[in-house]
């Protein structure tokens, strides 16, 4: 198995980190803390940081640190719902534009996620699904809805990543995914758009389960629990 490059591994474990609920909205980050917690050098920490910050999980403020961003609930639906929109049109477009080698890559993107879903592995799946749907984007043959969705995207993957959390989430997404393919492959552009719209639509409708989840993290010590 390849090694998972140290940026990445110490990106992955402060993103579990922040969703799980260890580090708060607000709550600054260490760097020298997170070298010791990691046992590793400066620079993959840096990196993972830089990266969170792209996201927009974290905010790197000059002079002053890094910081957990600080996001409400509904503003994450808020930024779901936008999210099925873009997911919705790219699909339309690829459903008409796709070409062969995408539509392959595509499959290939598929055949990960059903290995991961079947082997109940969350987080091999996510970097799959990531892969499925930028393939969508990539193949919609409009170049400013493509970096719009990337942005969004990357804004929002943690929250994708949570979700996942969600009990038989993998394996409905899998079927989502494979209603997508389906219909991106057959020309359905219709058919395409509604499937990838409702596939990020679901995740707001099941928002409730989400956010008890994600609620001790937007609320201050002590609150919340009557």
Known sequence: MARVPEARRVRDALENAVVDGRYRPGERLDPAE???????????????????????????????????????????????????????????????????????????????????????????????NARFHAVVYDSCGNEYLRQQAHALKRALQPYRRLQLRVPDRMRRSLAEHREIADAIAAGAAGRAEDAAREHVLVQVKEFSQLVRTWRHLTEPAGQGAG
Not at 42 to 59: F, I, K, N
Not at 114 to 125: K, N, R, T, V
């Open 34 to 128: 997170l070298e010791r917690e990691f046992g590793c050098s400066r620079t993959p920490v840096r990196e993972a940081l830089q990266a969170l910050e792209r996201s927009g999980l974290v905010q790197i403020r000059p002079k002053q640190g890094t910081y957990v961003t600080e996001l409400s609930v509904s503003e994450l639906a808020e930024r779901f719902e936008v999210m099925a929109e873009l997911e919705g049109m790219a699909a339309r477009l690829s459903a008409r534009r796709i070409e062969r080698e995408a539509l392959a890559e595509l499959e290939d993107a598929l055949r990960e996620c059903e290995q991961h879903a079947h082997a109940g592995d969350a987080d091999p799946y996510y970097y799959a």
